[in-house]
């Protein structure tokens, strides 16, 4: 691991100390899974941004699942 130096809004750091402190966890702790989750959350964000062109480029027809309807049908 590498040290860093950042810069954080105090109001925002004793939130974190806050919370670090109930979990019982080290603020570079929390910090590098916020970090994590961030980045874990863009790429899905790209990742469906990129299906939803797709779908735009590629509309589903409706041939495509037509043979499956039927077996959606859950009866009452």
């Known amino acids: 691991m590498k040290p860093i130096q950042m810069t954080i809004?105090?109001?925002l750091?004793?939130?974190v100390d806050q919370v670090t402190q109930a979990m019982g966890?080290?603020?570079s702790e929390f910090?590098?899974?916020a970090l994590e989750?961030?980045?874990r959350s863009l790429k899905i964000s790209e990742l469906e941004e990129e299906q939803r062109k797709g779908y735009l480029?590629?509309?589903v027809t409706e041939e495509?699942?037509?043979d499956w309807v039927s077996e959606q049908a859950w009866g009452e």
């Open 9 to 11: 809004d105090d109001d």
């Open 64 to 66: 495509e699942f037509g």
């Open 57 to 59: 480029a590629h509309p």
């Open 37 to 39: 989750d961030a980045l």
């Open 31 to 33: 910090i590098r899974k």
């Open 13 to 15: 750091l004793k939130r």
């Open 25 to 27: 966890m080290a603020r």
